[in-house]
T-cell receptor, first 112, second 114 residues
Framework: DADVTQTPRNRITKTGKRIMLECSQT?????MYWYRQDPGLGLRLIYYSFDVKDINKGEISDGYSVSRQAQAKFSLSLESAIPNQTALYFC???????????FGPGTRLTVT | AQSVAQPEDQVNVAEGNPLTVKCTYS??????LFWYVQYPNRGLQFLLK??????LVKGSYGFEAEFNKSQTSFHLKKPSALVSDSALYFCAVRDRGDDYKLSFGAGTTVTVRA
């Protein structure tokens, strides 16, 4: 089984709808991250969490919110989706040594 | 501020030839450097990292990278490319004094032709 899983893998939604993307990990890591990937821009950090009670904004947090329900679960919400939030979203985890991050398979979100 | 530049959007090589994917970085302090690979419809997979020590780092699938502090570069190399190496490659940097922020380059698409 994959160490970092994301649901759903694909989602099409309409402008103005609320949507939640979920991430679970079995690596036992404290640190979890949400990124979005856009062609030609690489990955940009939306939110990150160092433990259940520690949540921080990344470089592009506007229009997004997160919830760390447990050490293993980190959800990303779009409160009112807009078309420019169409992207590929990745969850990642890392250990306390803050070395390499481990990525989930991604969620392809389309907002029409 | 920290940043990564991957100057080539695409790299095309013939199978069996050497493969190089270029990366330069900018950080205010000392860097941790990473390479990731993304296959179609997959997440990013970690290839290798430079933390400290030997400037030549060896990673997964026969890849290696050389840290060059004076040129602020961390180029990814493979002596003999395979068709299966065709993918999107990302370089990333983190300042050692910054506990979380991993900055990614825009990515380089590698195509290895048979």
């Amino acid at each position: 089984d994959a160490d970092v899983t994301q649901t759903p893998r694909n989602r099409i939604t309409k402008t103005g709808k609320r949507i939640m993307l979920e991430c679970s990990q079995t690596k036992g890591h404290d640190r979890m991250y949400w990124y979005r990937q856009d062609p030609g821009l690489g990955l940009r950090l939306i939110y990150y969490s160092f433990d259940v009670k520690d949540i921080n904004k990344g470089e592009i947090s506007d229009g997004y919110s997160v919830s760390r329900q447990a050490q293993a679960k980190f959800s990303l919400s779009l409160e009112s989706a807009i078309p420019n939030q169409t992207a590929l979203y990745f969850c990642a985890t890392s250990g306390r040594d803050a070395g390499e991050q481990y990525f989930g398979p991604g969620t392809r979100l389309t907002v029409t | 501020a920290q940043s990564v530049a991957q100057p080539e959007d695409q790299v095309n090589v013939a199978e069996g030839n050497p493969l190089t994917v270029k990366c330069t970085y900018s950080v205010s302090g000392n860097p941790y450097l990473f390479w990731y690979v993304q296959y179609p419809n997959r997440g990013l997979q970690f290839l290798l990292k430079y933390i400290t020590g030997d400037n030549l780092v060896k990673g997964s699938y026969g890849f290696e990278a050389e840290f060059n502090k004076s040129q602020t570069s961390f180029h990814l190399k493979k002596p003999s490319a395979l068709v299966s190496d065709s993918a999107l490659y990302f370089c990333a940097v983190r300042d050692r004094g910054d506990d979380y922020k991993l900055s990614f380059g825009a990515g380089t698409t590698v195509t290895v032709r048979a």
